[in-house]
């Protein structure tokens, strides 16, 4: 009897037609501009800080192409020919407001490292909160340090194939060696110097300057106010009173920003208004008087003071910096020379940089204008502000690079940011997030621990869950050892009277 013969045909090519598929959808304009699963389930609380981080990384675009490549960088009066509509101050703090987005991003960052400890300490779990901090502090350097140093490959090939120079990045002549091995020995070297943890900015050789990805040069501040704001929670860890805990953190800030530690300062100031955003929910849930008034009334009386100091931010935000020599003269500026009498004597204030004062309570004011309003919130809580939060980092990094490449071509800025855009979801999916990966993988191994797929969520998504499910205090091993051999000393027949003495014991 002749075998049954397979109805289905023998493929003589491999099928391909998976691969493909899978190829076509990597090239999709969701998953390529990183929108796809950009923005998940969020808290109405908090997913305003992430919007909020985004619009900052696009307002330092802003001001790196027009501040620094037109002369919209010049505010309104400065020359006879200075007189557009789009240098008032009602539009410089849109374009020009930079710097003191800078100081958003250390707000935004001291709140987000030290909410999940703070909510810790006030449930009492004192043990999960150091559990916590240490598994944060062997991170965090992979975190900041690691894509930097990724992004800065790029920067190395641009460095000798652009002209980084004349298109305006901030790099110098000095910094374009005379051959490729010397640029190699150069990025091995000042990668060195600039990831080091043990070089203060104003102490190594090269300042916080790094000319492979020079935007990076706020990355070094961001690892030493982290340190600063780990420290903080250790010591108000067993602090108690509210009240004193805020008082020890406020001193803290001020006395960082005596020493022209402004970083610092800022970062300490996000610990202190997520301490005090705790509170307000807190007072919230359990209807004290002090909570936020509900009456429509008192409530607009509520948030106008509020409202007026965003309004303050906003509008310090765009002040021209009083002496750069890039950019413009040292000339009146129409609507911010009244600003300048109020710079600090230097015996209160140790600024290197005048202006870094203002730009530092432009960003005070706008931050928590907005966490007092509801509806201001809602231009960061929108998706496209969520979407732009998730590329924050990527965009703050690889922007120099872009605007070098695209220089030479166009001075359009829309044909820029359309370009970029692609660039910055690629840096944020192949570099931010593997990067993100690899600490928690390096900081699991190093501590045994079992290795678990996780995705780094939104702020807002991290304390929703954090609040649905929150942290138990785990037993160490050496307890459960301590308890085993106690059951086996007591035995299941032995007495209470045992049982108790045991217990009184151990």
Known sequence: MDPVKDSKPTRRFPAILPHVRHFSRALHPKVLFAWENSVQIRSSNTSWLDGLRGIAALQVYF?????????????????????????????????AAGSAAVCIFFVISGFAITIKCLTLLRKGQHLACYESLASSLIRRGFRLYLPVVLVGIPGLLLMRTVNMVEAGTFS?????????????LDFVHRSDAHISPFNYPEMQEYKDRYPYAPSSWTIPMEYYGSIVSYLTILIVSRIAA???????????????????????????????????????????????????????????LYQIPFVLMFALGFYIGGVPPKVLAFDFSPLPRVGY????????????????????????WSGMF????????????RVPESTFCQWLGKLSFSLYLVHPAILAVLKPHTDRFIESLGAGRGVKSATERWIDQPSVTFARWFEKRITRQETEKSVELPLGRQLEMEEQAPLVERIWPEEEEGKESSAALLGSSGSSQQRASHDRIS
């Not at 790196?64 to 101050?89: C, K, M, S």
């Not at 110098?172 to 190699?184: H, V």
């Not at 710079?343 to 730009?359: N, V």
């Not at 706008?366 to 919130?377: D, E, K, M």
């Open 172 to 184: 110098f002549e000095l910094e374009r060696k005379n051959s490729t091995m010397e640029q190699l």
């Open 242 to 300: 509210f009240r004193l805990r805020c008082a020890v953190i406020g001193f803290s800030s001020l006395y960082a920003l005596h020493h022209g530690c402004w970083w610092a300062s800022l970062f300490l100031n996000g610990m202190l208004l997520a301490e005090v955003t705790l509170e307000q929910r807190h007072r919230a849930e359990m209807g004290e008087k002090h909570a936020a008034p509900t009456s429509r009334a008192r409530h607009i």
């Open 366 to 377: 706008t931050i928590i204008g907005i966490s007092q309003v509801p509806w201001l919130r």
């Open 337 to 360: 020379q009244w600003l300048y009498n109020f710079y600090p004597p230097s015996w209160l204030f140790e600024m290197q940089e005048d202006t870094r004062f203002l730009w530092y």
């Open 63 to 95: 001001f790196h192409f027009f501040g620094l490549h037109t002369r919209w960088g010049n505010p309104y009066g400065a020359t006879p020919e200075d007189v557009y509509i789009h240098q008032l101050p009602l539009f410089r703090g849109i374009w």
